[in-house]
């Protein structure tokens, strides 16, 4: 999959926690940035972008096997800043943004088309150091409509068919339906009212990027453990929306594709009997008396000797995931622990979230794997799961 992120807007209501400390880990990925430099933007101003694509760019481990960036500039024409593979030490990368000045003359033309065609010809392109099989990523940042709008779209169209999925980021009032023509899809439009507020958006930024490519160096079975049954239906739906909205941006496949499966394990599912078990009154009743309340030790249990299993769907090649939403005290808290010793030993990272004011933080850290400030998340209610979602989406995918 290829994947290209144009910077011409910029939405900050995206459900995000701003702030997140954003890591993606070791996942490569070449990023192409194209960035407006024309007349009517101040010098300040072209300074506050050099510093968006900066901070945007910590966020990655930069090198020959991990994230690869080049950049151009653009105005009246194209200026190539330098290549993919022209900077592979962080260091000396944002030391070269940094040094980047305006070369544009007043008066002159926005040709955001020219940006657009030499992206697709040229620097995103094996002879600079593209690479196959890693997310390919171009960010354009824009502050302005372009000056050619049929020319703008055709450019973009281009760059599309070329296998790239386009985000579209910008600053002011820009066309809209321009911004939505030059993105592979309105919701990857992007827009923010002045260029102090780029620092905003990049941690949606990484979070998008991050994400967009989990499960293609790895692939990953997903699984959710929720702990709502004595919470009540209303709940349980919350903590079902809250894995929805964390899977919604996973490449979901299936045992045949190298990407992202996800599962579910709740306490109302396990044991029970079938219809052939008992045949008398008496037998049933016994049989009802018999039949085990679970806890979530069993929860995890029924996870480890029964979820990841080639029967139930899992793949042997596939790196094991649990995220599991804890919403109420263990009432045995040696017998879990042992649940969750005996998942990690079988391979299983497992993230926890608590849920209100139930969750004791020592017992959590029993079940979530190390480093914990990475795998154990916390929210007062399940409404509140939402405003941890994109934050548990990214740390889910690292070296995935």
Same mark, same amino acid.
């Given at each position: 999959?290829?994947?290209?992120?144009?910077?011409?807007?910029?939405?900050?209501?995206?459900?995000?926690?701003?702030?997140?400390?954003? #890591?993606?880990?070791? /996942?490569?990925? *070449?990023?192409?940035?194209?960035?407006?430099? &024309?007349?009517?933007?101040?010098?300040?101003?072209?300074?506050?972008?050099? #510093?968006?694509?900066?901070?945007?760019? +910590?966020?990655?481990?930069?090198?020959?096997?991990?994230?690869?960036?080049?950049?151009?500039?653009?105005?009246?024409?194209?200026?190539?800043?330098?290549?993919?593979?022209?900077?592979?030490?962080?260091?000396?990368?944002?030391? %070269?943004?940094?040094?980047?000045? @305006?070369?544009?003359?007043? !008066?002159?033309?926005?040709?955001?088309?020219?940006?657009?065609?030499?992206?697709?010809?040229?620097?995103?392109? &094996?002879?600079?150091?593209?690479?196959?099989?890693?997310?390919?990523?171009?960010?354009?940042?824009?502050?302005?409509?372009?000056?050619?709008?049929?020319?703008?779209?055709?450019?973009?169209?281009?760059?599309?068919?070329? $296998?790239?999925?386009?985000?579209?980021?910008?600053?002011?009032?820009?066309?809209?339906?321009?911004?939505?023509?030059?993105?592979?899809?309105?919701? @990857?439009?992007?827009?923010?009212?002045?260029?102090?507020?780029?620092?905003?958006?990049?941690?949606?930024?990484?979070?998008?990027?991050?994400?967009?490519?989990? !499960?293609?160096?790895?692939?990953?079975?997903?699984?959710?453990?929720?702990?709502?049954?004595?919470?009540? *239906?209303?709940?349980? %739906?919350?903590?079902?929306?809250?894995? $929805? @909205?964390?899977?919604?941006?996973?490449?979901?496949?299936?045992? &045949?594709? &190298?990407?992202?499966?996800? $599962?579910?394990?709740?306490?109302?599912?396990?044991?029970?009997?079938?219809?052939? =078990?008992?045949?008398?009154? #008496?037998?049933?009743?016994?049989?009802?008396?018999?039949?085990?309340?679970? *806890?979530?030790? *069993?929860?995890?249990?029924?996870?480890?000797?029964?979820?990841?299993?080639?029967?139930?769907?899992?793949?042997?090649?596939? =790196?094991?995931?649990?995220?599991?939403?804890?919403?109420?005290?263990?009432?045995?808290?040696? %017998?879990? %622990?042992?649940?969750?010793? +005996?998942?990690?030993? /079988?391979?299983?990272?497992?993230?926890?979230?608590?849920?209100?004011? !139930?969750? /004791?933080?020592?017992?959590?850290?029993?079940?979530?794997?190390?480093?914990?400030?990475?795998?154990?998340?916390?929210?007062?209610?399940?409404?509140?799961?939402?405003?941890?979602?994109?934050?548990?989406?990214? /740390?889910?995918?690292?070296?995935?």
């Amino acid at each position: 999959m290829r994947v290209a992120i144009l910077l011409v807007s910029i939405l900050v209501q995206q459900g995000v926690v701003l702030g997140a400390n954003v #890591d993606c880990g070791s /996942n490569p990925a *070449d990023i192409g940035f194209v960035v407006d430099a &024309s007349w009517s933007i101040y010098p300040g101003n072209f300074k506050l972008m050099t #510093d968006f694509v900066n901070n945007f760019i +910590k966020t990655f481990e930069i090198g020959p096997e991990a994230t690869q960036v080049g950049l151009l500039t653009f105005s009246e024409s194209v200026k190539r800043e330098f290549w993919l593979n022209e900077f592979l030490d962080k260091s000396a990368l944002v030391k %070269k943004v940094s040094s980047l000045r @305006q070369s544009d003359t007043e !008066g002159s033309s926005t040709q955001t088309h020219l940006g657009l065609d030499y992206m697709t010809n040229q620097l995103m392109t &094996s002879a600079h150091g593209l690479r196959d099989g890693v997310p390919h990523i171009v960010i354009v940042l824009t502050d302005g409509n372009s000056t050619h709008p049929p020319k703008t779209s055709a450019a973009a169209q281009r760059l599309k068919a070329a $296998g790239h999925s386009v985000y579209a980021i910008g600053v002011g009032k820009l066309y809209r339906q321009e911004l939505d023509g030059i993105a592979s899809d309105p919701s @990857q439009v992007f827009l923010v009212d002045t260029f102090d507020a780029l620092s905003e958006i990049k941690e949606i930024l990484a979070i998008k990027v991050c994400v967009k490519a989990c !499960g293609e160096r790895h692939p990953a079975d997903v699984m959710f453990l929720v702990d709502s049954y004595r919470s009540g *239906d209303l709940q349980t %739906k919350k903590a079902l929306d809250f894995m $929805g @909205q964390v899977s919604s941006n996973f490449e979901i496949g299936d045992a &045949s594709d &190298s990407q992202i499966q996800v $599962g579910l394990v709740h306490e109302c599912l396990i044991g029970g009997f079938n219809f052939k =078990k008992y045949s008398s009154k #008496d037998d049933l009743e016994a049989g009802v008396e018999r039949v085990k309340v679970h *806890d979530f030790a *069993d929860v995890i249990e029924y996870m480890t000797v029964r979820s990841f299993t080639v029967d139930e769907g899992s793949r042997p090649n596939a =790196k094991r995931v649990a995220v599991a939403i804890i919403d109420s005290k263990f009432p045995d808290t040696k %017998k879990v %622990k042992k649940a969750a010793d +005996k998942a990690k030993a /079988n391979n299983i990272e497992i993230f926890a979230i608590g849920v209100g004011a !139930g969750n /004791n933080y020592r017992e959590l850290t029993l079940v979530a794997s190390s480093p914990v400030k990475e795998h154990l998340f916390t929210v007062d209610s399940y409404d509140e799961l939402t405003n941890i979602a994109e934050e548990l989406k990214v /740390n889910v995918c690292k070296d995935l």
